[in-house]
T-cell receptor, first 113, second 111 residues
Framework: DGGITQSPKYLFRKEGQNVTLSCEQN?????MYWYRQDPGQGLRLIYYSQIVNDFQKGDIAEGYSVSREKKESFPLTVTSAQKNPTAFYLC????????????FGPGTRLTVL | RKEVEQDPGPFNVPEGATVAFNCTYSNSASQSFFWYRQDCRKEPKLLMS???SGNEDGRFTAQLNRASQYISLLIRDSKLSDSATYLC????????????FGRGTSLIVHP
């Protein structure tokens, strides 16, 4: 069953702790993305990766880090430097050339206490 | 000016009504356009791509107006299950697929 998995679905962390969100895909897509969504807001791009071992900052990369060691995996670390980390985090992939738009994982809802 | 703008709504319509949303974009070089549907506390899901000639999928019709730089989504015979937020997405980059999302338009279909 092809798709994108994100874990965990809900995550609670204390302020000042780093936390890593998982994103795995078996769609064989090269490009992967991380977005953040706040209530009533659109999606904002954090980081993206067009190919293994390469990634680029998006619009709101400060306080976040990523790695892309495997095609299937694109984990996002929310560091203690992120001022307001409580949000809904979405991982996505894109089909080749983007013609079919983006495919999203179910998201991780992070709450920092 | 925001790159992609949508009226946030909510649009409150009765079952069976026809409703239309518009989305304007600022970059005239934008190349591809999509409508996504997002249910409350869920991930966005692709509803339909938008082609220059316009396209239809059942009760849904999408159109692109490049001259005025907007795309539209028309929903006919609204169902209760159409209640959701509809996101407009525009891809501005030629080489890389880096889409820009609108904030979404909320639709509530009531009995």
């Amino acid at each position: 069953d092809g798709g994108i998995t994100q874990s965990p679905k809900y995550l609670f962390r204390k302020e000042g702790q780093n936390v890593t969100l998982s994103c795995e895909q078996n769609l064989n897509h090269d490009a992967m993305y991380w977005y953040r969504q706040d209530p009533g807001q659109g999606l904002r791009l954090i980081y993206y990766s067009q190919i293994v071992n390469d990634f680029q900052k998006g619009d709101i990369a400060e306080g976040y880090s990523v790695s892309r060691e495997k095609k299937e995996s694109f984990p996002l670390t929310v560091t203690s430097a992120q001022k307001n980390p409580t949000a809904f985090y979405l991982c996505a992939t894109t089909s080749p050339a983007g013609g079919l738009g983006q495919f999203f994982g179910p998201g991780t809802r992070l709450t920092v206490l | 000016r925001k790159e992609v703008e949508q009226d946030p709504g909510p649009f409150n319509v009765p079952e069976g009504a026809t409703v239309a949303f518009n989305c304007t974009y600022s970059n005239s070089a934008s190349q591809s356009f999509f409508w996504y549907r997002q249910d409350c506390r869920k991930e966005p899901k692709l509803l339909m791509s938008v082609y220059s000639s316009g396209n239809e999928d059942g009760r849904f019709t999408a159109q692109l107006n490049r001259a005025s730089q907007y795309i539209s989504l028309l929903i006919r015979d609204s169902k209760l299950s159409d209640s959701a937020t509809y996101l407009c997405v525009v891809n501005n980059q030629g080489g890389s697929y880096i889409p820009t999302f609108g904030r979404g338009t909320s639709l509530i279909v009531h009995p």
